[in-house]
Nanobody, 124 residues
Framework: QVQLVESGGGLVQAGDSLRLSCAVSGRIFIGYVMGWLRQAPGKEREFVAAVGWYDGGTLYADSVKGRFTISRDTGKNTVYLQMNSLKPEDTAAYYC?????????????????WGQGTQVTVSS
């Protein structure tokens, strides 16, 4: 069992930066992938970024590539999402999640554990 607690959301203006954190507790095994996903009002949940817990390999959605950076600190058991050049269309609830296998990581329904989410609102 894995527990996830997100923090760092808030209200910012377009062009600003924000860093989300996800505190991870429980047992993490080789092959686990940590993801950030988001859901805007009236829209389906979508993949944002993912990082392999042990190998550090990353993957990004095209919509955030070059603006967002995902990272993890295995010593602090924390996953981060650095978001730069934020746009109003980035407004959403952001969720940290764990996929127990390194496959189908862009599919929100494939994730096994979820945090409660943190709201990010970007004003124009």
């Amino acid at each position: 069992q894995v527990q996830l607690v997100e923090s760092g959301g808030g209200l910012v203006q377009a062009g600003d930066s924000l860093r989300l954190s996800c505190a991870v507790s429980g047992r993490i095994f080789i092959g686990y992938v940590m993801g950030w996903l988001r859901q805007a009002p009236g829209k389906e949940r979508e993949f944002v970024a993912a990082v392999g817990w042990y190998d550090g390999g990353t993957l990004y959605a095209d919509s955030v590539k070059g603006r967002f950076t995902i990272s993890r600190d295995t010593g602090k058991n924390t996953v981060y999402l650095q978001m730069n050049s934020l746009k109003p269309e980035d407004t959403a609830a952001y969720y940290c999640a764990v996929r127990r296998q390194p496959s189908n990581i862009v599919i929100p329904g494939s994730y096994d554990y979820w945090g409660q989410g943190t709201q990010v609102t970007v004003s124009s």
